[in-house]
T-cell receptor
C-alpha cells in the first residue's frame, strides 16, 4: 500500500523565519515520483517540484529547497526567509506504478501561516 | 496560454437536483481527473480518465458521473444520489497516468441550498 504522511497540520512562523515542512511516504514500488504542491487561499493547486526515486540530489529553487532521503522515506520542503505570500496549504504527493495500476496519493496537507 | 479551466467558480445545488461541473484543458494531455476536497482535508479521487471514451472510478465515485467524449473535456455531474455534495472540486490533467505531474484547474465550490 502507498501512503503519504504530513504530520504537521498547521505551522505558524513570523516573516523571515525558515520553516521545514515534513513529508514521509510508504511505497513498495521501486520506481516512483514525489511531488510538492502549493494551494494558496484562491484554491488552485500549484505544482512546485517533482523528484524521481533514483535521484536523491537536493534541489534548490530560490528560497525553496527540497531534501529527499530514501533511507528515511522522506521528502522534506524548506522555505528560507519566509514571506507572507508563502502562506498556503502545502501538499506532498506520491505517484508510482502500483502493480499494474496507477496511483497518485496526496498527503493531508500542512497549512502554513506566515505572519508579518 | 495553455491551462485548465473550470466553470463555474461557485455552484449552488437544490435538493434532488443534478448539476454539472465543467473542466476543459488545452494542454493536449491524455489523462484527466476529478478530486473532491472538504474543508481542512486533503484530496480524494472521484474519477479519472486515461483516454477519450474511457474512465475509471476513483475512491469516492458514488453519487457522481463523468463523460469523456473529447480529449479536452471531462465534465463531472453531481447527482441527487450524492447526499453530501458541499465541497471544493478540483479538475486536473497529466500527460499520462502513472509517474506524471498533474496540473490543476482553479476549482469549483459547490454549495447546497
Amino acid at each position: 500500500a502507498q501512503k503519504v504522511t504530513q504530520a504537521q497540520t498547521e505551522i505558524s512562523v513570523v516573516e523571515k523565519e525558515d520553516v521545514t515542512l515534513d513529508c514521509v511516504y510508504e511505497t513498495r514500488d521501486t520506481t516512483y515520483y514525489l511531488f510538492w504542491y502549493k494551494q494558496p487561499p484562491s484554491g488552485e493547486l500549484v505544482f512546485l517540484i517533482r523528484r524521481n526515486s533514483f535521484d536523491e540530489q537536493n534541489e534548490i529553487s530560490g528560497r525553496y529547497s527540497w531534501n529527499f532521503q530514501k533511507s528515511t522515506s522522506s521528502f522534506n520542503f524548506t522555505i528560507t526567509a519566509s514571506q507572507v505570500v508563502d502562506s498556503a496549504v502545502y501538499f506532498c504527493a506520491l505517484s508510482g506504478t502500483n502493480t499494474g495500476g496507477f496511483k497518485t496519493i496526496f498527503g493531508a496537507g500542512t497549512r502554513l501561516f506566515v505572519k508579518a | 496560454d495553455g491551462g485548465i479551466t473550470q466553470s463555474p467558480k461557485y455552484l449552488f445545488r437544490k435538493e434532488g437536483q443534478n448539476v454539472t461541473l465543467s473542466c476543459e484543458q488545452n494542454l493536449n494531455h491524455d489523462a484527466m481527473y476529478w478530486y473532491r476536497q472538504d474543508p481542512g482535508q486533503g484530496l480524494r479521487l472521484i474519477y479519472y480518465s486515461q483516454i477519450v471514451n474511457d474512465f475509471q472510478k476513483g475512491d469516492i465515485a458514488e453519487g457522481y458521473s463523468v463523460s469523456r467524449e473529447k480529449k479536452e473535456s471531462f465534465p463531472l455531474t453531481v447527482t441527487s444520489a450524492q447526499k453530501n455534495p458541499t465541497a471544493f472540486y478540483l479538475c486536473a490533467s497529466s500527460v499520462g497516468l502513472a509517474l506524471e505531474t498533474q496540473y490543476f484547474g482553479p476549482g469549483t465550490r459547490l454549495l447546497v441550498l
